[in-house]
């Protein structure tokens, strides 16, 4: 049982360039959701799901795309990478009755030059 | 919207001492699911403890319990007997339970606990 998978585990990118950020997990959950992590900050929610065709915005969703066509996977999409969002990226799920508690994956760090 | 506040951006404690970390929170809703998250520094983020907000009994894990106080909209985290591996990062966080509320995971900003042998 692999949980929540997230690929790559580094990325370095150039200003402007493009790239998806992969997710699956294999637990059949209903929800999943993007955060980021910045020092000081804490997690933030970027864009989540609560299942196949349906997505919507976080808390910090501005220059990110999300996808949801099927159930085991969630990609997030940087269309033109920018400074800002250099940070370390979880992906995250759920199902959505009780116990409600999140799967976390190990976190993607990625850094725009 | 929801808020939750750690107002302790850093604790220490000696190995085999108790610390407690503090989270409150800001809410109109009745219904909700609170979470402490342990963050080491391999970054995987891991599930403490889960307090249901209809319990009134506090939820306790081993040596981690905490102190939920509805009224108060206060959650803290309490460390017995604590160990070197539980130097980490600790977030709280909220999640709404009522039908039709938020799907929304909102975090604290973290407390770094930092044990000393």
């Known amino acids: 049982n692999a949980g929540v998978t997230q690929t790559p585990k580094f990325q370095v990118l150039k200003t402007g360039q493009s790239m998806t950020l992969q997710c699956a997990q294999d637990m059949n959950h209903e929800y999943m959701s993007w955060y980021r992590q910045d020092p000081g900050m804490g997690l933030r929610l970027i864009h989540y799901s609560v299942g196949a065709g349906i997505t919507d915005q976080g808390e910090v969703p501005n220059g990110y795309n999300v996808s949801r066509s099927t159930t085991e996977d969630f990609p997030l999409r940087l269309l033109s990478a920018a400074p800002s969002q250099t940070s370390v990226y979880f992906c995250?799920?759920?199902?959505?009755?009780?116990?409600?508690?999140?799967?976390f994956g190990n976190g993607t760090r990625l850094t725009v030059t | 919207a929801q808020t939750v506040t750690q107002s302790q951006p850093e604790m220490s404690v000696q190995e085999a001492e108790t610390v407690t970390l503090s989270c409150t929170y800001d809410t109109s809703e009745s219904d909700y699911y609170l979470f402490w998250y342990k963050q080491p520094p391999s970054r995987q983020m891991i599930l403490v403890i889960r307090q249901e907000a209809y319990k009134q009994q506090n939820a306790t894990e081993n040596r981690f319990s905490v102190n939920f106080q509805k009224a108060a909209k206060s959650f803290s985290l309490k460390i017995s007997d604590s160990q070197l591996g539980d130097a980490a990062m600790y977030f709280c966080?909220?999640?709404?339970?009522?039908?039709?509320?938020?799907?929304?995971?909102?975090f604290g900003k973290g407390t770094k606990l930092t044990v000393n042998p």
């Open positions: 966080a909220y999640r709404s339970a009522s039908q039709g509320g938020s799907e929304k995971l909102v």
């Open positions: 995250a799920s759920s199902y959505r009755i009780v116990p409600r508690s999140l799967h």
